[in-house]
């Protein structure tokens, strides 16, 4: 049987790139109820054309989003819960590089503008996902196996597990993605919520195109000698949103063409 998404989904980061992907992805897989959240307006709009494209009797929601403001992060749970009435897979993918430069030629604003969005902002939408996901009923699954009261996906990077030069701070927010996805998994385990990340390699998105001169040797560095596709991400997240993935919990799966087993 296929994959199956009968529940409601929120992605951040659904302006670009990867979690424009993931709302694409998850449209092909039959979800019927999407919020796109990001702070970039524009953005949004062309993800929902493409998501409608895709599905054209999907509901698309658009939800402005600044995941450094709490306010902002605890209103997007609120309005997708009050158009949806619930919130089943949560995927947050919102994510900015930094200066590549060293810890001693960067700036304490740089540091904190990377933290507050790849961990701080991840983990507020967290926060919020957990709390709305504890107060609801498990969803039944469309092929009878064990219903969640939600699943939730953060993306981090092959960078939460190996380094590279001149991204500490980069490279430490993905760490503590990873960290805390399964302190998470831990807590909430009982709650029937599961909890887990994605840490994909180098993937094509705008956000390695800005950066392609740095990455080009490192691409070359992994076994598959070659860039992740967005969809190769995706396939994944949604895997891991899945009734397919019932017993996966606080796992990092590594999807990176092998970059860190070398
Ligand atoms: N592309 C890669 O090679 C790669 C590799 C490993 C991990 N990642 C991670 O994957 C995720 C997605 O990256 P991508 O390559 O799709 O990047 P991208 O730049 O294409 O997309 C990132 C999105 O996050 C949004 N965003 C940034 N700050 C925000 C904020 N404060 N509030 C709301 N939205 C905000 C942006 O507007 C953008 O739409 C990121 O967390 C990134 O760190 C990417």
């Known amino acids: 049987?296929?994959?199956?998404?009968p529940g409601v989904a929120l992605i951040t980061g659904a302006a670009s790139g990867i979690g424009r992907g993931i709302a694409i992805a998850f449209a092909k897989d039959g979800c019927r109820k999407i919020a796109i959240c990001d702070f970039n307006a524009e953005g949004l709009d062309e993800t929902r054309?493409?998501?409608?494209?895709?599905?054209?009797d999907a509901e698309v929601l658009?939800?402005?989003?600044?995941?450094r403001k709490?306010?902002?992060?605890?209103?997007?749970?609120?309005?997708?819960?009050?158009t949806f009435g619930r919130l089943d897979y949560a995927v947050n993918s919102a994510g900015v590089?930094?200066?590549n430069l060293g810890s001693a030629e960067s700036t304490s604003d740089v540091f904190d503008h990377v933290n507050s969005v790849n961990y701080r902002g991840c983990w507020l939408c967290s926060k919020y996902q957990i709390a709305q996901m504890r107060i609801q009923e498990p969803l039944p699954s469309h092929d009878g196996r064990p219903g969640n009261r939600g699943a939730i996906v953060n993306i981090a990077s092959q960078l939460a597990l190996v380094s590279r030069p001149e991204a500490a701070a980069y490279c430490a927010s993905k760490a503590a993605v990873v960290s805390f996805t399964k302190s998470d998994a831990i807590d909430?385990?009982?709650d029937n919520i599961r909890i887990n990340c994605v840490c994909p390699g180098l993937t094509r998105t705008p956000m390695l195109e800005r950066q392609m001169d740095i990455y080009r040797t490192a691409i070359m560095r992994a076994p598959l000698k070659r860039p992740g596709t967005i969809q190769?991400?995706?396939?994944?997240?949604?895997f891991l949103c899945s009734s397919r993935a019932t017993f996966v919990q606080g796992a990092a799966y590594v999807v990176d063409g092998g970059y860190t087993i070398i």
């Open 1 to 5: 049987m296929l994959l199956s998404f």
């Open 49 to 56: 054309a493409l998501v409608k494209d895709t599905a054209p």
């Open 62 to 67: 658009q939800v402005p989003v600044d995941l």
């Open 70 to 82: 709490e306010s902002d992060v605890e209103q997007m749970i609120e309005t997708t819960v009050r």
């Open 97 to 99: 590089e930094g200066d």
């Open 188 to 190: 909430y385990s009982g």
């Open 232 to 238: 190769e991400i995706a396939d994944v997240v949604l």
